[in-house]
Structures are given as structure tokens and as C-alpha cells.
């Protein structure tokens, strides 16, 4: 067996360097301070001084880690970074004098870097809550400064332009004290005076004038809508109550037409049968007509046209003969007269020795006049003539054409009639007529007028059927025979 008294002095030397690391850890554990994350550690005592500290007493600051701290030679104490806050409340004057009391609030805290927390600690180490009250000066001394150059207006209108500046004013001092403002708000702005009452009072009526000006025309509006509505609902029960009329009107005339439809379908039947009829009957007498116009008038039509040619073509004949032997008398006639007018005029000279110049020559004025007679009085007879045959020619083509035939028998008794009206004129020895051959015209015009007056007379008689020959026209006044 091993002696065990061998290892003794091993186990001895374990058990020594364990309980030294142990002790030695009690220790450091004991001496090493950690700094936590919102405080800053102030070792004082056997240190050495940093660049931030160095002006002023020699001390160590630290944030964020831990530091070996040896009891009875070094100190250590915690400077709190945590977040405070002062409340405000300060009665000021604004340049207007008028007097306000301005509330509000500052956030602040001890800077994060060392010559802040430097500052802060030489003034507040070990007496933190008196940061509050020196705080609380430093703004009011600020605040009362700057509403001193401000009115009430800019104060309630710019609150944000305050703080600015009571911040700025106040940072340098705060600086000193190791201090940091976060924020400063103003959070009432009281009024003792009641000048920011009175000012408000006419942005007020102005607000109320608008609101109820607002208001009574939105109850306008609202009433024109509901109006609108109202009409717009008036509307559409009109057209529904004319539609219904109009449907029930439309159902009442199918009505009747169902219960008329029987009938009115037999009428119209009936109808179509008619029409049918109609256009059968049609159909005949178109037929007979076509028949009649091709074996009846057609012929007839053209007989006519033949006989009525024939006629015309004769009648120009006639009228073209009489009119050759009016214009061969009427130059006989003429010249007659011219012969026997020299022949006058020959004898009057001769016998103006023995006997007047004016009987010879009224004797041969006479004979002229009278050979002129005759010829004009041949002329117009186988002019008469003429015409006569042509309208006998064309009443036998008409037929039944009565206003013909009259024509016909006028024209056929012209020239008994002119002779009946020129026969008293054969019985004058000698014929002395005024003005000369003006004289004699007038007397000639006015036996055809007394013929022209005896017409209507003598057709009168040839439709009643008689004899117009009978009775002679009646004799023309005798002209004034010298």
C-alpha cells in the first residue's frame, strides 16, 4: 500500500490556493462596482483625475462599466441620469403691462457626457432633489425676461417661438449646472386682467354671427332640398297616377275590342267581300268599255275623223274658192268704179259748161258708191257661202251638234239678208252722201249693225224650227238722199 502521509503537503498547498481564490474573489467582488445604464459612478479618493475633471477636484467618473473601488482608500457614489421634471408657474408682465401667469413645464435631465456629469456632480452629488428648485429659477427669471418684450398676442399666438428662446436664454446657466433641458412646454397662460377674454370676445360674436349664418343656411338649403324632394315625390305620384289611368284606360279599350272583335270581324269580312265585288264589277266594265272603245267608238271615231277631214278640207276649198272670187269681184268692183268714175269725171268736165259741176259730179260719186256695194255685197255672200258649206259639212260629221246647223243655215241665208238690207239702195236715182267715202262707210256700217241686231232673232227661229226666209229682215233707214 501507498503511504498516505505522502501526499499531505499536496492536498495542503490545494486547499491553500483554493481558499486564496476564494478570498480573493470575495474580495474583488466586494471592491468592483458596476455602474448601471441610467447612473454615473463618482469614485473619489486615491484616483487620477480625467481631462474632463481634471480642472477642479480629482475624481473619476464612470458610465457604463464597472471600477475596482478599494475600501478606505477610494468612494464610491451613484449621480442618478434619470429624466426630471419642475412645474411652472410664473406671473409675469408683457410690455403691454397687462399681467399673465404663465404655466408649464420642464423636462431635464444630467448630460451623458462627462463634463456635464462633472458639473452635475460637484453641485448635486448627494443632493439631487435640490436640482428642482434651482432649476425652477433659472426658467423664471428667463420667462419673466422674455414675456417682458412679448403681448399677450405673440404670447397666445407664438408659445412655440417662447419656449425657443426661453430655452436658449437658459442654456448657457444649465450648462454650468450639468444639466440638459429635453423639453419645455407652456401649458396655460392665465389671464387676471381678463384682457385675453376681451379679446377673444369679438373672434367670438364673429364666430357665433358665422355659426348662425352658417347654420340658417344650411336650414335654407336643407328646406330647398326638402322642397325639391317634396316635388320631386309630387312628380312621381303624378306619372304613377297617369300611368295607372293610362293602363286602366288601355285595359278598358282592349275590353272593348275583345267584346267588339266578333263583329267588327264580320263587318270586315263583309267588307273584303264588297271590296272583291267591287273590283269583279270593276274588272267587267273595264272590259265592256275596252270592248265598246274597240268595236264601237274606235270605228266611229275614226269615221268621224274621216268625215270631219273631208269637211275641213273642203271647207278650205270653198273658203279659198269664195275668197278668189270676192277678191276677183271686189278688183272687178273697183275697178267699175275707178272706170266709171273717170268716166264721171270725163263727163262732168264736158257738161260743166252746160250744167253744174256738182250734179255730174254727185251722180258719179253715186255710181261709184253703188258699184262698190254690189262688189263688197258679192264678196261677202260667196264668203258667206263658203263658210256655210264648211258648217254644213262639219254639222252632218258631228251629227247631233244643233249650234252647227244653225251656223250652217246663218251663213247659208247671209247673203239673201245683205241683199234684202242693200235692195233699197237700187231704187235711188242719184245718191249724194256727206263727208265722202267717210259718209259712205258710216251708212254701210250701219246696215251690217241692223243685220248683226237681226241674228240672235233669226237663230232664235231656226231652233224652234222655222222658216227664217219668211220673214225679211226689216228694211235700213234710208240715208239722206240729195
Not at 33 to 46: F, H, Q
Not at 103 to 120: L, M
Not at 200 to 215: L, Q, T, Y
Request: hydrophobic share 45%.
Amino acid at each position: 500500500m501507498p503511504d498516505v502521509s505522502a501526499f499531505f503537503p499536496l492536498i495542503a498547498i490545494i486547499v491553500g490556493v483554493a481558499i486564496v481564490v476564494v478570498a480573493v474573489w470575495l474580495a474583488t467582488k466586494l471592491m468592483w462596482k458596476v455602474a448601471e445604464p441610467n447612473e454615473a459612478l463618482i469614485i473619489s479618493g486615491l484616483t487620477r483625475g480625467t481631462l474632463e475633471t481634471r480642472e477642479g477636484l480629482d475624481f473619476k467618473i464612470v458610465t457604463g462599466k464597472g471600477a475596482l473601488v478599494v475600501p478606505g482608500l477610494q468612494t464610491v457614489r451613484a449621480l442618478s441620469l434619470t429624466l426630471n421634471e419642475t412645474e411652472l408657474k410664473v406671473s409675469c408682465v408683457t410690455s403691454q403691462g397687462i399681467q399673465v401667469v404663465v404655466e408649464g413645464v420642464v423636462i431635464y435631465k444630467i448630460g451623458d457626457a462627462p463634463p456635464f456629469i462633472a458639473n452635475a456632480a460637484r453641485r448635486f452629488l448627494g443632493q439631487q432633489p435640490k436640482m428642482q428648485s434651482q432649476v425652477y429659477n433659472v426658467f423664471e427669471g428667463h420667462l419673466r425676461s422674455i414675456i417682458g418684450s412679448m403681448t399677450v398676442e405673440e404670447i397666445i399666438r407664438e408659445r412655440d417661438k417662447l419656449g425657443s428662446q426661453v430655452r436658449s436664454a437658459s442654456g448657457v446657466e444649465m450648462e454650468k449646472l450639468g444639466l440638459v433641458v429635453d423639453s419645455l412646454q407652456i401649458k396655460d397662460l392665465q389671464d387676471p386682467t381678463g384682457y385675453i377674454q376681451n379679446i377673444a370676445k369679438p373672434h367670438i360674436a364673429r364666430v357665433k354671427m358665422e355659426a348662425r349664418i352658417a347654420e340658417a343656411t344650411r336650414n335654407r338649403e336643407a328646406a330647398e332640398k326638402e322642397a325639391e324632394a317634396e316635388a320631386l315625390i309630387a312628380d312621381a305620384r303624378s306619372i304613377s297616377a297617369i300611368r295607372q289611368s293610362l293602363a286602366l284606360a288601355n285595359a278598358e279599350k282592349a275590353k272593348a275590342n275583345a267584346a267588339q272583335a266578333g263583329p267588327l270581324a264580320d263587318a270586315t269580312a263583309r267588307q273584303q267581300v264588297v271590296v272583291q265585288e267591287t273590283e269583279v264589277a270593276k274588272l267587267e266594265a273595264g272590259r265592256e268599255e275596252q270592248k265598246l272603245q274597240t268595236t264601237v267608238r274606235k270605228p266611229a271615231d275614226a269615221k268621224a275623223y274621216a268625215k270631219r277631214t273631208e269637211a275641213e278640207g273642203q271647207k278650205a276649198a270653198d273658203i279659198s274658192a269664195a275668197e278668189a272670187l270676192a277678191r276677183r269681184t271686189e278688183l272687178e268692183a273697183q275697178a267699175n268704179a275707178r272706170r266709171t268714175e273717170l268716166q264721171a269725171q270725163a263727163n262732168a268736165t264736158a257738161a260743166a259748161a252746160t250744167a253744174g259741176a256738182t250734179r255730174l259730179t254727185g251722180e258719179a260719186e253715186a255710181a261709184a258708191t253703188k258699184a262698190r256695194g254690189d262688189a263688197a255685197a258679192s264678196a261677202i255672200k260667196a264668203k258667206a257661202l263658203a263658210e256655210a258649206d264648211g258648217i254644213k259639212a262639219r254639222a252632218t260629221a258631228l251629227g247631233t251638234n244643233q249650234d252647227a246647223v244653225i251656223s250652217q243655215q246663218l251663213a247659208e241665208t247671209m247673203p239673201a239678208i245683205i241683199a234684202a238690207a242693200a235692195e233699197p239702195f237700187a231704187h235711188i236715182g242719184q245718191l249724194s252722201v256727206l263727208n265722202g267715202g267717210e259718209g259712205m262707210n258710216r251708212m254701210i256700217g250701219g246696215i251690217l249693225a241692223q243685220v248683226g241686231d237681226y241674228l240672235p232673232t233669226l237663230a232664235a227661229a231656226l231652233r224652234n224650227g222655222r222658216d227664217p226666209t219668211r220673214r225679211p229682215p226689216p228694211h235700213p233707214r234710208t240715208p239722206d238722199a240729195r
